[in-house]
Antibody, heavy 120, light 107 residues
Framework: EVQLVESGGGLVTPGGSLRLSCAAS????????MNWVRQAPGKGLEWVSS????????YYADSVKGRFTISRDNAKNSLYLQINSLRAEDTAVYYC?????????????WGQGTLVTVSS | DIQMTQSPSSLSASVGDRVTITCQAS??????LNWYQQKPGKAPKLLIY???NLETGVPSRFSGSGSGTDFIFTISSLQPEDIATYYC?????????FGQGTNLEIK
């Protein structure tokens, strides 16, 4: 069974930092592109960042470019998101999401999400 | 960025009804369009990928069609468990963008 378990969320003051982690199991992590997608309270879905299986290709939404850094450790089956210079508008549930297959950017497996709250 | 416009934003229908949601892209995205279902308090679930391909395990009452800029998502016979918010998402170009969502309720 595919499992994605996020951790690292919490309450942080504006300008602060957090590192989100996602532990993956049940599939060949090293062969899958991975993503972070977030959802602000009561709002829709927003794609944040993607990383290819070997970390060769990395993409970010403009809203987080320069502040967020996606990375992965295939030996540990883990995905990370370093989030710096946090703003109130970054408050959201952050989901770790697996790509469906090569060439199809469909998000077929989602974690339960970790809540990041940015507030003074 | 490619804008995805869903309509309607909310919808009320009866059990057994045929339900249709549309998604329009601001530019041609071929068939690079997916549909998701999100129930309250839960993570989204992939239903349809590449415009019309049903994800494994998804009931056949769900279907998708379209290409280019105009796409349709259909529930052929609404069931009580289909109450959720539905999102379209394009992957023709980064940033991958979602529609604003359609909140489906039972009448």
């Amino acid at each position: 069974e595919v499992q994605l378990v996020e951790s690292g969320g919490g309450l942080v003051t504006p300008g602060g930092s957090l590192r989100l982690s996602c532990a993956a199991s049940g599939f060949t992590f090293s062969g899958s592109s991975m993503n972070w997608v977030r959802q602000a309270p009561g709002k829709g879905l927003e794609w944040v960042s993607s990383i290819s299986s070997s970390s060769s290709y990395i993409y970010y939404a403009d809203s987080v470019k320069g502040r967020f850094t996606i990375s992965r450790d295939n030996a540990k089956n883990s995905l990370y998101l370093q989030i710096n210079s946090l703003r109130a508008e970054d408050t959201a549930v952050y989901y770790c999401v697996k790509d469906y297959q090569a060439g199809v950017v469909a998000f077929d497996c989602w974690g339960q999400g970790t809540l990041v709250t940015v507030s003074s | 960025d490619i804008q995805m416009t869903q309509s309607p934003s909310s919808l009320s229908a009866s059990v057994g009804d045929r339900v249709t949601i549309t998604c329009q892209a601001s530019q041609d995205i071929s068939n690079y369009l997916n549909w998701y279902q999100q129930k309250p308090g839960k993570a989204p679930k992939l239903l349809i990928y590449d415009g019309s391909n049903l994800e494994t395990g998804v009931p056949s009452r769900f279907s998708g069609s379209g290409s280019g800029t105009d796409f349709i998502f259909t529930i052929s016979s609404l069931q009580p468990e289909d109450i959720a918010t539905y999102y379209c998402q394009q992957y023709d170009n980064v940033p991958y963008t979602f529609g604003q969502g359609t909140n489906l309720e039972i009448k």
